[in-house]
T-cell receptor, first 109, second 113 residues
Framework: KNEVEQSPQNLTAQEGEFITINCSYSVGISALHWLQQHPGGGIVSLFMLSSGKKKHGRLIATINIQEKHSSLHITASHPRDSAVYICAVGSNTGNQFYFGTGTSLTVIP | NAGVTQTPKFQVLKTGQSMTLQCAQDMNHNSMYWYRQDPGMGLRLIYYSASEGTTDKGEVPNGYNVSRLNKREFSLRLESAAPSQTSVYFC????????????FGPGTRLTVL
């Protein structure tokens, strides 16, 4: 069972391109999280959102609660954006987080 | 602020050996988590602690035990390691349970031979 599905699994882009990563989930949630995992393995939180849209610099995250779908956008992509992006949801029943398998992004100069 | 720290960073065990993975956070967070990350799979919850003195099983608890020693520390113990426990282990904490932003430790890469 996959409570969280991400697409695409792998993505290669040219520097400067606009990038979209999608996340769909099947459980009721309290919040959705976008995480970034760099090649060294460390994981950092990019966004936590439960409605609407958030923006940090060149990154934008949106969520549609009715459709159970979220997108992460990167504008003017840069090689330093190369990483694995992980979508996670906090369940609204119990004390559980569910994680997608990640989208591996490579941005070529 | 060190955030979330984990020790060790790397470990190699033989089948049947035991070890404890240590995790500590200095952000005064209530909730702490242990996950494992395997190739091709998302992070999976092993155990969870909502507060000092409480622990709950996650998705994959078999073969593991945990201790929430105090508010800062949450340890994960493998009593008799098996090759299937070869994985990267992450500890995380949140201020407000599953509604809070998660802060992750740097991970422990464990190999069981």
């Amino acid at each position: 069972k996959n409570e969280v599905e991400q697409s695409p699994q792998n993505l290669t882009a040219q520097e400067g391109e606009f990038i979209t990563i999608n996340c769909s989930y099947s459980v009721g949630i309290s919040a959705l999280h976008w995480l970034q995992q760099h090649p060294g393995g460390g994981i950092v939180s990019l966004f936590m959102l439960s409605s609407g849209k958030k923006k940090h610099g060149r990154l934008i995250a949106t969520i549609n609660i009715q459709e159970k779908h979220s997108s992460l956008h990167i504008t003017a992509s840069h090689p330093r954006d190369s990483a694995v992006y992980i979508c996670a949801v906090g369940s609204n029943t119990g004390n559980q987080f569910y994680f997608g398998t990640g989208t591996s992004l490579t941005v070529i100069p | 602020n060190a955030g979330v720290t984990q020790t060790p960073k790397f470990q190699v065990l033989k089948t049947g050996q035991s070890m404890t993975l240590q995790c500590a956070q200095d952000m005064n967070h209530n909730s702490m988590y242990w996950y494992r990350q395997d190739p091709g799979m998302g992070l999976r919850l092993i155990y969870y602690s909502a507060s000092e003195g409480t622990t709950d099983k996650g998705e994959v608890p078999n073969g593991y035990n945990v201790s929430r020693l105090n508010k800062r520390e949450f340890s994960l113990r493998l009593e008799s390691a098996a090759p299937s426990q070869t994985s990267v282990y992450f500890c995380a904490s949140t201020a407000r349970d599953r509604e809070g932003e998660q802060f992750f430790g740097p991970g422990t890469r464990l190999t069981v031979l």
